[in-house]
């Protein structure tokens, strides 16, 4: 049974702050602890903070008791709202799909970049394909941006096609869906050609699992995270693989990779024959994203 006192939304907002900030830097504390009030509130900071003295409701207060139980078992607070930001638009998120990170969105905004300025022909519907589309986010947010794309996303896990298919429906787009391990390259013959091939694969070796936070490791797929310490390349190679019947001539491949691995991504484009490769870096100055164009005319 859940029993009720009156709880001012200034109390609960310094209590949660309080209760978190062992688990956090004290701005993070301070961020997230907005983040839930603000979920459970409906009011933005200015307005709670006018209504300061308002009394949480019982469903509110149920809300907030489970949120900062969760986030004191150490769930990262995406899983526990139910949802993150990317690109300005509020994806569902679970532990079936990743966290969408600004490092991704910044490999959104380089594909927006390049076609920008491109007119579509008249004759050719454009399509891309998104592998490894998670909760979809890469694939939704090019869409947004060009909606006359036709755009297909990969995934192998049902759980994070169901809630990418989610999030299409919610922000509106069309996007084809398709179950598929890329690493299986058969599986992915039914597919058509595409200009535009992009990826966030795998790309973190198991040493790096010392390194990382709990909350990481203990809520993300660690399928959609770690690859081989053996062959940390191994869903690039097989994606240029799938590259060889599956992307047109002057059409374009998009890789997010990991620091490390960058300039050997590019050498693995440049070995089976790219042009235009690029590496380029992130807020961070770190090497994180690498694309190239394969030759020819595009049709």
């Known amino acids: 049974m859940f029993y009720f006192w009156n709880v001012r939304i200034k109390e609960a907002y310094h209590q949660l702050q309080q209760s978190i900030q062992p688990l956090y830097a004290n701005r993070e504390a301070s ?16 307005r709670r903070i006018i209504h300061h003295d308002a009394l949480l409701s019982e469903p509110q207060l149920e809300r907030y008791t ?27 998120v679970d532990e079936h799909v990743l966290i969408p990170r600004p490092e991704t969105e910044e490999l959104v905004m ?8 491109i007119l579509p022909e008249k004759d050719h519907l454009f399509k891309m394909v998104d592998i490894g589309t998670g909760s979809g986010c890469i694939a939704i947010a090019l869409k947004k941006y060009f909606p006359n794309w036709d755009v297909w996303a990969v995934d192998k896990s049902n759980g994070a096609l169901a ?5 299409a429906v919610l922000l509106d787009t069309s996007i084809r869906f398709v179950a598929s391990d890329i690493l299986k390259e058969a599986k992915t013959d039914h597919l058509p050609a595409f200009d535009l091939i992009i990826s966030n694969p795998p790309y973190i070796p198991v040493e790096d699992k010392q390194d990382m936070d709990d909350r990481v490791l203990d809520h993300e797929p660690h399928e ?3 690859v081989t310490d053996e062959d940390p390349l191994q869903f690039y190679k097989a994606i240029i693989a799938f590259s060889d019947h599956h992307l047109l001539r002057g059409g374009m491949l998009f890789f997010e990779t990991h620091e490390l691995f ?5 050498a ?6 790219f042009e235009n490769i ?14 190239g164009r394969r030759p020819g005319a595009s049709l």
């Open 31 to 46: 961020n997230i602890a907005d983040l839930i009030m603000e979920d459970i509130t409906g009011w933005d900071r200015s």
């Open 262 to 266: 960058a300039q050997e991504v590019a």
């Open 278 to 291: 690029a590496v380029r870096k992130d807020f961070q100055e770190k090497e994180r994203i690498v694309l």
């Open 268 to 273: 693995l484009l440049e070995e089976n024959g």
């Open 163 to 167: 809630i990418a298919k989610t999030n």
């Open 110 to 117: 380089e594909v927006k970049k390049m076609y920008a300025e």
């Open 224 to 226: 959609a995270l770690f």
């Open 66 to 92: 489970h949120c900062k139980r969760e986030l004191l078992h150490g769930r990262p607070t995406q899983y526990v709202l139910g949802h993150a930001w990317f690109c300005d638009m509020r994806f569902q």
